[in-house]
């Protein structure tokens, strides 16, 4: 397998050519103006501050990542129980998801003042220069994904290219790269989760509900804190989720692929380069649709979404149409079959969009009946918001469900025997839908990422005094941010679930080679009937057999209780985190309201700075329990339950993980949405007993959505991550 084909070369082509735009896109950004001398000096401190907490956070994840390292370095070089890669690849998925986030929150944080701006001229201007600014996110994570899977794919081949499982070899490797990005997404999402909803908390609480003065007044201590921790959270944090995300279905694909089609050389390399060609392709058709956004002047928001629903869709009937021809041009077994699989995950992601946008946006009865439910207290809001939030999850549940089966029997041509190969084929057709749902990810998250960019220039546009047209500019591209950010966390956790299912499979087969390697030091497994077991020939249903996964073992029962109750003892731990970072927040915000006189005047200037560092220092603290948790739980009951308990575990935190993620996303966003609503006149407008109803309702949402939500994601396939990882380790004490 030492050559590679000619179509393999389109991947570092289209890494790079993503690259080049973001590039392209960054720099018309900074082209233009940043406004007043006011706009620039807010943009300024929140831009400092953004840099001081991820420097801050890089600092204590390289901590984690080091020590972790060694660890799979002891694995692999002294035990003998890991590939000796692992430990270079761990490290390279961390960095490039690191870089990932980093390059997209400098952008934004430079973009927001220079989008208020464009917002002085017209709502298209301001528009375009925020979607723009979320593409260099979105362009910036497929190319340097794609980057990372081409020059590893690459590098291992030159050393095992001429082995007879070289490419089982590969893509097994190459998943453990996933683990590190994973790693890394997780302290992003959970850190700047925690900093920015300690600071938004602090700021409504006090600012908006105690001293009734408007969201991002200048006089609201936290006000600064607030903008800064939409950027870490929802750029920085989102680009690293969906980086690891992107990378870990294109991997788990391929390696389904060298694993199912293993009997046939050149139909397993077409397998394997499949997801990957797929994924270049869709970077050239997401840079068409971020070309058709735009809009007019006093434009709905039905308008708006609109427009961003024009080029979201036109990239994905592009990427559907060029998949069959895709599959063709390989040669691929069954090529009209993948093709729909790959149909099944775009369109399931359309649907999972749409059903979010309906339940989250303020257009649609659902957070209308929030806002209506305002007449008569916080905590009606709240009661509302909580059912909203339980209803909404039926539509993702029951469509990821189908495009489970659907694209399972569409890759195994509606092979219903379960058998070996009917398996294993089925499984790459999901790996594949994985992998059609985030193939336009360039122009999906472009829309997430414009979300926190929109926010903090309607901040700098009420901080900087500008008048009442440009708020209004302003307070559509944001309100518009609200739905696109939900709609981006559903659409996340969708892609998740059906990543983690793919990693699952691929679990199985980390789980043979590790026995294969174990065999060859000199063990020997025996089977229940006291047979010895050769894991060199056996299909899954011999492994499945063998390590007794079935639902009367009690082994899996136990791990399927910890995996869901991981989910909620994750949640519970971040909920309780942005509890505390948020009640050190309302107390200094009270004192300063207290101590500095003439701050409410507008005749003396808060001390952002205290509020900064208060957020600052309460997500490094408060973020590392919770992401080793994802670390330590499954290699503990990898130790004590074996890999019947490591599938159970993987399969509870799924499906508990993946409903509970759906809900409380949801629920957050029509909560914030629903105060929006009130804040455009219903129910009295600003100011009114509803307003501030709806704010308690916000404020309760913003963790949902903006921390543990959307955490959730991330900790089903990290804990899959590292149950691949430490696959040799299980084994050794099975």
């Known amino acids: 397998m030492s050559n590679i084909p000619l179509i393999f070369w389109l991947i570092p082509v289209a890494s790079v050519t993503a690259l080049a735009m973001a590039w392209h896109f960054f720099r018309i950004m900074m082209q233009e103006e940043e406004g007043t001398v006011r706009m620039a000096e807010i943009a300024a401190h929140v831009r400092k501050g953004a840099m001081a907490y991820l420097k801050q956070q890089y600092k204590v994840v390289g901590i984690v ?52 701006n464009a917002a002085r001229r017209g709502l298209d201007k301001g ?90 007044d200048p006089r609201n201590p936290a006000t600064i804190a607030d903008n800064v921790g939409d950027n870490v959270g929802d750029v920085a944090g989102m680009g690293a989720d969906l980086y690891e995300s992107y990378c870990g279905s294109i991997l788990s694909t391929a390696a389904l692929g060298a694993t199912a089609f293993a009997m046939n050389g050149e139909m397993q390399l077409k397998a394997v380069i499949a997801p990957m060609t797929i994924a270049s392709v869709g970077i050239f058709l997401s840079l068409a649709g971020i070309y058709a956004v735009k809009t007019k002047e006093g434009a ?98 029951v469509t990821i469900s189908v495009a489970i089966l659907l694209s399972f029997l569409f890759a195994n041509g509606f092979d219903l025997s379960m058998s070996t190969t009917s398996i294993s084929h089925g499984l790459y057709g999901i790996g594949i839908a994985a992998v059609g749902m ?71 087969e980390e789980i043979k080679i590790a026995m294969i390697r174990a065999v060859e030091e000199g063990s020997v497994f025996i089977d229940t009937a006291g047979n010895v077991f050769n894991p060199s020939t056996a299909t ?25 109750m991981a989910a909620f003892l994750f949640c519970g731990l971040t909920m309780g985190a942005v509890g505390r970072a948020a009640g050190a927040m309302v107390d200094e915000v009270r004192r300063q309201f207290r101590d500095i006189k003439g701050i409410l005047e507008g005749k003396a200037t808060p001390d952002y700075g205290r509020c900064v560092e208060i957020s600052t220092r309460s997500a490094q603290r408060e973020m590392i329990v919770p992401s080793l948790l994802a670390i330590i739980i499954p ?39 629903a105060k929006k609503y009130v804040e455009e006149g219903n129910y009295g407008g600003k100011g009114s007993a509803c307003h501030k109803a709806t704010i308690v309702g916000d404020t309760v949402g913003d963790p949902f959505k903006d921390t543990s939500g959307p955490s959730l994601n991330i900790l089903i396939k990290l804990m899959s991550m590292v149950s691949i990882v430490m696959a040799g380790l299980t084994v050794a004490f099975a």
């Open 65 to 116: 990542f080091a020590v972790l390292a060694v660890l799979f370095a002891f694995m692999a070089y002294v035990l003998k129980v890991q590939n000796p890669w692992v430990p270079f690849a761990f490290l390279t998925g961390g960095l490039f998801s690191g870089l990932a986030g980093f390059f997209g929150m400098k952008t934004a944080t430079y973009a927001s003042a220079r989008t208020a």
């Open 127 to 216: 528009l375009k220069i925020a979607f723009r600014s979320g593409a260099v996110m979105g362009l910036v994570v497929v190319g340097l994904g794609l980057l990372d899977i081409a020059l590893w794919f690459l590098v291992l081949n030159a050393f095992y290219g001429d082995e007879p499982t070289a490419l089982i070899t590969i893509t097994t490797t190459m998943l453990t790269f996933g683990m590190g990005a994973s790693t890394q997404a997780l302290f992003a999402r959970v850190g700047g989760g925690i900093y920015t909803k300690a600071a938004d908390v602090g700021a409504d609480l006090v600012g908006k509900v105690e001293a009734n003065i408007p969201e991002d």
């Open 300 to 397: 709905t928001m039905r308008d708006l979404l609109r427009s961003l629903g024009i080029g979201t869709n036109l990239s994905a009937v592009l990427i559907a149409i060029a998949t069959f021809i895709i599959l063709y041009l390989l040669g691929m077994a069954n090529w009209l079959g993948l093709s729909f699989s790959v149909i099944t995950g775009l369109v399931a992601g359309v649907i999972i969009g749409q059903a979010t946008e309906y339940f989250t946006s303020q257009s649609y009865q659902p957070t209308k009946s929030i806002a209506e439910a305002s007449q008569t207290g916080s905590a009606t809001v709240i009661i509302k918001g909580i059912g909203t939030g339980m209803i909404s999850t039926m539509v993702p549940v």
């Open 438 to 508: 985030l193939s336009t990810l360039g122009i999906t998250l472009a829309t997430d990422a414009y979300g926190p960019i929109a926010d903090n220039a309607g901040g700098n546009a009420e901080m900087s005094g500008l008048g009442e047209e440009v708020r209004h500019r302003t307070d559509a591209l944001d309100a518009l941010g609200n739905t696109t950010a939900a709609t981006g966390k559903g659409f996340a956790i969708g892609s998740a679930a059906l990543t983690a299912l793919a990693l699952l499979a691929s679990y199985i």
């Open 540 to 564: 899954i249903n011999d492994f499945m057999s063998f390590f007794q996964v079935t639902l009367i073992n009690p082994k899996v029962l136990v791990g399927a209780f910890i995996g869901a």
């Open 635 to 673: 290699i503990v009951v990898g130790v004590l339950l074996g890999v019947a308990g490591v599938l159970g575990l993987l399969t509870g935190g799924l499906a508990a993980g993946f409903t509970l993620a759906i809900f409380m996303s949801n629920a957050g966003g029509a909560w914030d949405n």
